[in-house]
């Protein structure tokens, strides 16, 4: 009679606690569909892209990331050159003929001062393409070649060209181009060539220096472009040809009777000197100027690098600096963050931050929190909360967009369902799951009510 009376007892625990809901209740979504303003949806293409289409702006990185540390600067070159000095000359005798050496320098090779055009083809789309790289109303931009061996574009940034060929440079603004997503529909050009040049001086009318650029440079068209020779009627004057070290010269008699001197092919860095003295000394001390001023200009130049190197990594350190101090009030939430926060059968529940300048998707979330847990959760019942403020102003109305995972071909929707600030994301439970919860809370209660009835 005492064994029936306590079996019974416990049999009425039993139902009183599953009977009455107190041991486990659990989130869902499924259960209010359609109350409190809670309008359930499954996804499907249509719907996402119906989504997608709400007003919304990522976060914008502070300046600070976007700046480029050697923009705006430059070398400050060197001072102005003294202009050269030119000696009185004396009545020559009979010279020695001594021609430089035949030479083929190979493909012309940008070098720094060197003017590049940038030309783009005229048209609507590409210039609203290139904006900020070409100006709308000229469609041919000069870029000079700086001491770095760069030229700085706008949107591009620096571009190595120094030493290329010009093919060479066009694969380098290619790449770029290419790289920021930007029509390369473009042509390249040299408009001024100032990297390599041959130096005249003496007796000639216009002493000066002479680019050499894509085509072979003569030395009847270097004397040419000089104004031709200054001599009077009695002189007899020599070409002095200054290169890599050695002194060459042509007697002008012999120059005009043969027309194979006349031809003679320079190369940069070379330097001429008509002289009418019989001796070296004048052609001499034209030779060791041309070298002081290379030297000199060689070394403002590693000075005007250095300068720059350091006022580049001063800004680079205030970047950085600037940078660092974002970071850490992102970090210690002094920066206005936007998140989506995860619940339910996920593996790392939490606050997933939505990225700055670009859009995180469900998957990006989802799968950042390792996933839904494969024993507890229901892939079929996966949601995506959002509040909807075209509604009741005093009661936010709530769309639960439902993910049914267990067809894996829909993740792919979740790879497109773009997140707003504030969404929550939540993976119910599986049912069996929820019944083994109950269990496990109810199992002590039983216990104890056993435990009563047995004494």
Same mark, same amino acid.
């Not at 408009?191 to 040049?197: D, K, L, M, V, Y």
């Given at each position: 009679?005492?064994?029936?009376?306590?079996?019974?007892? $416990?049999?009425?625990?039993?139902?009183?606690?599953?009977?009455?809901?107190?041991?486990?209740?659990?989130?869902?979504?499924?259960?209010?569909?359609?109350?409190?303003?809670?309008?359930?949806?499954?996804?499907?293409?249509?719907?996402?892209?119906?989504?997608?289409?709400?007003?919304?702006?990522?976060?914008?990185? +502070?300046?600070?990331?976007?700046?480029?540390?050697?923009?705006?600067?430059?070398?400050?070159?060197?001072?102005?050159?003294?202009?050269?000095?030119?000696?009185?000359?004396?009545?020559?005798?009979?010279?020695?003929?001594?021609?430089?050496?035949?030479?083929?320098?190979?493909?012309?090779?940008?070098?720094?001062?060197?003017?590049?055009?940038?030309?783009?083809?005229?048209?609507?789309?590409?210039?609203?393409?290139?904006?900020?790289?070409?100006?709308?109303?000229?469609?041919?931009?000069?870029?000079?070649?700086?001491?770095?061996?760069?030229?700085?574009?706008?949107?591009?940034?620096?571009?190595?060209?120094?030493?290329?060929?010009?093919?060479?440079?066009?694969?380098?603004?290619?790449?770029?181009?290419?790289?920021?997503?930007?029509?390369?529909?473009?042509?390249?050009?040299?408009?001024?060539?100032?990297?390599?040049?041959?130096?005249?001086?003496?007796?000639?009318?216009?002493?000066?220096?002479?680019?050499?650029?894509?085509? +072979?440079?003569?030395?009847?068209?270097?004397?040419?472009?000089?104004?031709?020779? *200054? $001599?009077?009627?009695?002189?007899?004057?020599?070409?002095?040809?200054?290169? &890599?070290?050695?002194?060459?010269?042509?007697?002008?008699?012999?120059?005009?009777?043969?027309?194979?001197?006349?031809?003679?092919?320079?190369?940069?860095?070379?330097?001429?000197?008509? &002289?009418?003295?019989?001796?070296?000394?004048?052609?001499?001390?034209?030779?060791?100027?041309?070298?002081?001023?290379?030297?000199?200009?060689?070394?403002?130049?590693?000075?005007?690098?250095?300068?720059?190197?350091?006022?580049?990594?001063?800004?680079?350190?205030?970047?950085?600096?600037?940078?660092?101090?974002?970071?850490?009030?992102?970090?210690?939430?002094?920066?206005?963050?936007?998140?989506?926060?995860?619940?339910?059968?996920?593996?790392?529940?939490?606050?997933?931050?939505?990225?700055?300048?670009?859009?995180?998707?469900?998957?990006?979330?989802?799968?950042?929190?390792?996933?839904?847990?494969?024993?507890?959760?229901?892939?079929?019942?996966?949601?995506?909360?959002?509040?909807?403020? &075209?509604?009741?102003? &005093?009661?936010?109305?709530?769309?639960?967009?439902?993910?049914?995972?267990?067809?894996?071909?829909?993740?792919?929707?979740?790879?497109?369902?773009?997140?707003?600030?504030? *969404?929550?994301?939540?993976?119910?439970?599986? +049912?069996?799951?929820?019944?083994?919860?109950?269990?496990?809370?109810?199992? +002590?209660?039983?216990?104890?009510?056993?435990?009563?009835?047995?004494?």
């Amino acid at each position: 009679m005492i064994s029936r009376l306590r079996r019974a007892i $416990l049999a009425l625990g039993l139902s009183g606690l599953v009977g009455c809901g107190s041991a486990y209740v659990s989130s869902d979504i499924s259960g209010v569909a359609g109350e409190d303003g809670v309008q359930v949806v499954t996804l499907s293409p249509a719907i996402v892209a119906q989504a997608n289409r709400s007003a919304y702006q990522p976060q914008s990185l +502070p300046e600070a990331f976007s700046r480029i540390a050697g923009a705006g600067g430059g070398p400050r070159g060197a001072a102005r050159l003294p202009d050269p000095v030119f000696d009185p000359q004396a009545r020559p005798g009979t010279l020695e003929l001594r021609v430089p050496p035949a030479t083929d320098p190979g493909p012309y090779r940008i070098g720094v001062g060197d003017v590049l055009i940038l030309a783009t083809p005229r048209g609507e789309s590409s210039v609203e393409e290139l904006a900020g790289l070409v100006a709308a109303q000229n469609q041919r931009q000069g870029y000079t070649v700086q001491d770095n061996g760069d030229i700085a574009i706008p949107d591009l940034g620096r571009v190595m060209v120094a030493d290329m060929t010009l093919p060479q440079a066009e694969d380098a603004v290619f790449e770029r181009l290419i790289e920021a997503r930007i029509d390369p529909s473009f042509s390249l050009e040299v408009a001024e060539f100032n990297s390599q040049r041959v130096s005249v001086g003496g007796a000639v009318r216009n002493p000066g220096v002479f680019p050499v650029g894509m085509t +072979p440079v003569y030395l009847d068209q270097v004397l040419a472009s000089s104004g031709g020779l *200054d $001599l009077s009627g009695d002189d007899f004057a020599v070409i002095r040809i200054y290169r &890599d070290g050695q002194i060459y010269q042509i007697p002008t008699s012999e120059l005009y009777s043969d027309q194979g001197l006349q031809r003679v092919r320079l190369i940069d860095g070379d330097s001429l000197f008509v &002289d009418t003295a019989y001796d070296f000394e004048q052609a001499q001390a034209y030779f060791e100027e041309v070298i002081a001023r290379a030297d000199y200009t060689r070394s403002a130049r590693a000075d005007a690098i250095q300068e720059l190197q350091t006022e580049v990594s001063i800004r680079r350190a205030a970047l950085e600096e600037s940078r660092q101090n974002f970071r850490d009030r992102v970090e210690y939430g002094a920066e206005g963050g936007e998140y989506v926060y995860l619940a339910g059968e996920v593996d790392q529940p939490g606050r997933f931050p939505l990225p700055f300048e670009t859009r995180a998707t469900l998957a990006d979330a989802l799968f950042d929190a390792g996933g839904w847990s494969e024993s507890t959760g229901n892939p079929a019942h996966i949601y995506l909360l959002r509040a909807d403020g &075209d509604r009741s102003a &005093d009661r936010g109305a709530v769309t639960a967009y439902r993910l049914d995972a267990s067809n894996a071909a829909n993740l792919v929707l979740a790879t497109r369902m773009e997140l707003r600030p504030g *969404d929550v994301i939540f993976v119910a439970e599986q +049912p069996i799951t929820r019944w083994n919860r109950v269990i496990d809370q109810i199992t +002590p209660s039983i216990f104890n009510i056993g435990a009563a009835a047995v004494r």
